[in-house]
């Protein structure tokens, strides 16, 4: 769940009962069209995008993680991000210049 040039990707298998075989879900937060963050444990993506889009905090706390966490770490940058599930956008939103 890193930037994606600069990790390994890890494939937790999903069993597709019907067709007796395996499904990969790979889910992404871009922006840009940039990967920046990418992972398919099935939680923790949208956990992410919920935080940088304040859903799941606010006021000085949210600021806070914008500003340190979000840009500063993991390099996103204030504009629009899209939260996506095997290449497809299911979800958009805002990161604020705080």
């Given at each position: 769940?890193?930037?994606?040039?600069?990790?390994?990707?890890?494939?937790?298998?999903?069993?597709?009962?019907?067709?007796?075989?395996?499904?990969l879900?790979?889910?992404?937060?871009?922006?840009?069209?940039?990967?920046?963050?990418?992972?398919?444990?099935?939680?923790?993506?949208?956990?992410?995008?919920?935080?940088?889009?304040?859903?799941?905090?606010?006021?000085?706390?949210?600021?806070?993680?914008?500003?340190?966490?979000?840009?500063?770490?993991?390099?996103f940058?204030?504009?629009?991000?899209?939260?996506?599930?095997?290449?497809?956008?299911?979800?958009?939103?805002?990161?604020?210049?705080?």
């Open positions: 769940m890193a930037d994606k040039e600069s990790s390994k990707e890890t494939f937790v298998p999903i069993c597709d009962t019907i067709h007796k075989k395996q499904v879900i790979m889910e992404t937060i871009r922006q840009n069209g940039k990967i920046i963050l990418h992972g398919n444990d099935g939680i923790s993506i949208k956990m992410i995008f919920r935080n940088l889009t304040g859903q799941n905090f606010q006021g000085k706390e949210y600021a806070d993680y914008i500003r340190h966490i979000a840009i500063n770490s993991m390099g940058t204030p504009g629009s991000i899209e939260h996506c599930r095997d290449g497809g956008v299911i979800d958009t939103g805002t990161i604020p210049n705080v």
